[in-house]
C-alpha cells in the first residue's frame, strides 16, 4: 500500500477546525493519520514510500471549483475524432482543463453545462463522468443543464441527469427568463434534492451591453449592462427559492445590489448560497479603458463600490464561497474586439494568487477562512464529500507557499486557452503540490 508523508506543514483544515504545524500521513489514497510533528509514530510498514517536505508551506484539503467551463461537447465521438482535429480547435478539452485545475490547487472542479451541444441529457452528463475519469487529475463533476438543449422553454430530465452523476442544475452562460419555466425546474430540482445553480441577469435590461452601465459606457462608446440587470434576477432567484423549497447558489455575485439582495435573502431564511469571483474581486469595470477583450466577462467588471460590496460580502460570509467562472476562448474569438468577442476570462490557474492579493494581503480573510471559502463552504453547498483532511477521507490535498512570489504568465498555465486578465502581476501565493486520492498529480518544479 504507497505510503505518503506531508513533513511539518501548517496543516489548515477550517471542516475540522485544525491549524496546527504538524505532519499528514496518506495511506491508500485516504488520510490514515493527521497530527502534531513527531506525534504520529512510523508508518505500519517503517519509512513512508515517499516524504514531502512541508515547512514553511500550508498543507490544506484540495480547492473545489464550483464553476468551471471546459468546452468539450458532451457527446461521444467518433474513435478517430477523440483527441484529433476535432478536440484540437477547441479553448478548452476536459482533460486540459483538469490540468489547469491541479495546477491551481482545485482537486474537484464542477463543470458548467453550456457547452454546444449542451449538457442537458444523462448520456451527456455520464460523458463527462467517464472523460473526467480517463484524465485523471482533478475530480469533474458535470452540472446538468436545468432546461433542454438550455433554451429556456422546458426543463429538462433533472432526475435522470441526477441518477447519471450531476452534482447541480444550471443554465450558466444566461438565466431561465420565463417566470413559470424557472419556478418548474426549481419544483423539480427541489423534489430530488438537487441545488439550483443561477447565472442572474434580466436578458431584458442587459440587452445589447458590452460593459457596466456607467462611465465607461461614455468613455468607450459601448452599450452598458447596467447593474439592474443583477439585482432584479437575483431579486427573482431568491423569492423563487422560497416560493418552490429550493436550495439556490448564486453565480457570479458582481453588485453591490445583488450583495444586499442576498443578505436579506439570508436573514429571511430564504435556501440561498452565493459565490464571488477573483475577476470581480481584484478588477473594476476602468480594467476596460484599453479596450482589451480579455477584460470582457459575464457579468461585466463593475464599479469600486461595486467591488467593495462583494469583498465585505465575502467577509462577512454573505458570499459562502469562491469560484473561478473558468471560461476559456481561443486567441482568436478573443481578437474579435470587445463588441463581438465572447465574454469570459481563465481562472484556475492564478486564483489563488488573485486571492490572496484581493482578500489575504488586505486582511479582508486570514488563510484558514480563505482555505474554507475554498474547501469547506463549496463542499456544504453542494453536499459534497470532500473538503476535509479528516482520517479515512480521500486524500485530496493541496501544499501552498504562501509566501513565494511569481508573475503570473499565463504561456506556463497547463489550460489550453490565455485569457488571462492578471498576466504580468506580481503575486504571492504558489501552489507547490496537488493530491487527487493521494496521488500527486501536479507538482511545481518552477
Ligand atoms: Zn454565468
Not at 304 to 315: H, I, L, N, Q, Y
Amino acid at each position: 500500500m504507497a505510503s505518503l508523508l506531508l513533513k511539518g506543514g501548517r496543516i489548515i483544515d477550517p471542516a475540522a477546525g485544525r491549524d496546527e504545524v504538524g505532519d499528514v500521513v496518506i495511506e491508500g489514497g485516504r488520510i490514515a493519520r493527521v497530527g502534531p510533528a513527531g506525534t504520529l509514530g512510523p508508518a505500519p510498514g517503517g519509512q513512508a514510500d515517499r516524504t514531502i517536505d512541508c515547512r514553511g508551506r500550508i498543507v490544506a484539503p484540495g480547492f473545489i471549483d464550483l464553476h468551471v467551463h471546459f468546452r468539450e461537447p458532451p457527446v461521444a465521438r467518433a474513435a478517430s475524432r477523440v483527441g484529433g482535429a476535432d478536440l484540437a480547435a477547441l479553448p478548452e478539452t476536459i482533460e486540459t482543463g483538469a490540468a489547469a485545475a491541479v495546477g491551481g490547487g482545485f482537486t474537484t472542479v464542477c463543470a458548467m453545462p453550456n457547452t454546444d451541444p449542451p449538457m442537458d441529457s444523462a448520456e451527456a452528463v455520464a460523458y463527462y463522468i467517464r472523460r473526467g475519469r480517463e484524465a485523471g487529475l482533478a475530480r469533474v463533476l458535470p452540472v446538468g443543464a436545468m432546461t433542454r438543449g438550455r433554451a429556456g422553454r422546458e426543463a429538462a430530465d433533472l432526475s435522470a441527469m441526477k441518477a447519471a452523476g450531476a452534482v447541480a442544475f444550471s443554465d450558466d452562460g444566461s438565466d431561465v427568463a420565463d417566470a413559470k419555466v424557472f419556478e418548474a425546474v426549481l419544483r423539480r430540482a427541489a423534489a430530488i434534492g438537487a441545488v439550483a445553480i443561477c447565472h442572474c441577469e434580466d436578458a431584458r435590461l442587459a440587452a445589447g451591453g458590452i460593459v457596466n452601465d456607467g462611465p465607461m459606457t461614455l468613455a468607450l462608446g459601448l452599450p452598458g449592462i447596467p447593474s439592474e440587470a443583477e439585482t432584479a434576477a437575483v431579486e427573482r432567484a431568491c423569492r423563487a427559492s422560497t416560493v418552490a423549497g429550493c436550495r439556490v447558489h448564486i453565480a457570479h455575485v458582481s453588485t453591490a445590489g445583488a450583495v444586499a439582495t442576498v443578505r436579506l435573502a439570508k436573514t429571511e431564511g430564504a435556501p440561498v448560497t452565493a459565490e464571488a469571483t477573483p475577476h470581480h474581486l481584484a478588477l473594476t469595470h476602468e480594467a476596460l479603458r484599453g479596450r482589451e477583450s480579455v477584460f470582457k466577462v459575464s457579468p461585466p467588471l463593475r464599479s469600486a463600490s461595486d467591488v467593495a460590496a462583494v469583498v465585505e460580502a465575502v467577509r462577512d460570509g454573505t458570499i459562502d464561497c469562491l469560484a473561478t467562472d473558468h471560461a476559456p476562448h481561443t486567441a482568436a474569438a478573443k481578437a474579435k474586439g470587445l463588441v463581438a468577442a465572447p465574454p469570459g476570462v481563465i481562472g484556475l490557474e492564478s486564483a489563488l494568487a488573485v486571492y490572496v492579493r484581493a482578500l489575504v494581503e488586505p486582511g479582508v480573510l486570514d488563510w484558514p477562512d480563505l482555505i474554507a471559502r475554498l474547501t469547506v463552504h463549496p463542499a456544504h453547498i453542494l453536499g459534497l464529500t470532500a473538503g476535509t483532511l479528516a482520517v479515512g477521507a480521500a486524500a485530496d490535498v493541496t501544499v501552498i507557499d504562501p509566501d513565494e512570489p511569481w508573475v503570473i504568465d499565463p504561456a506556463h498555465f497547463a489550460s489550453r486557452a490565455r485569457n488571462c486578465p492578471f498576466a504580468g502581476w506580481k503575486v504571492k501565493g504558489r501552489v507547490k503540490q496537488t493530491l487527487v486520492g493521494g496521488r500527486v498529480v501536479y507538482e511545481d518544479l518552477a
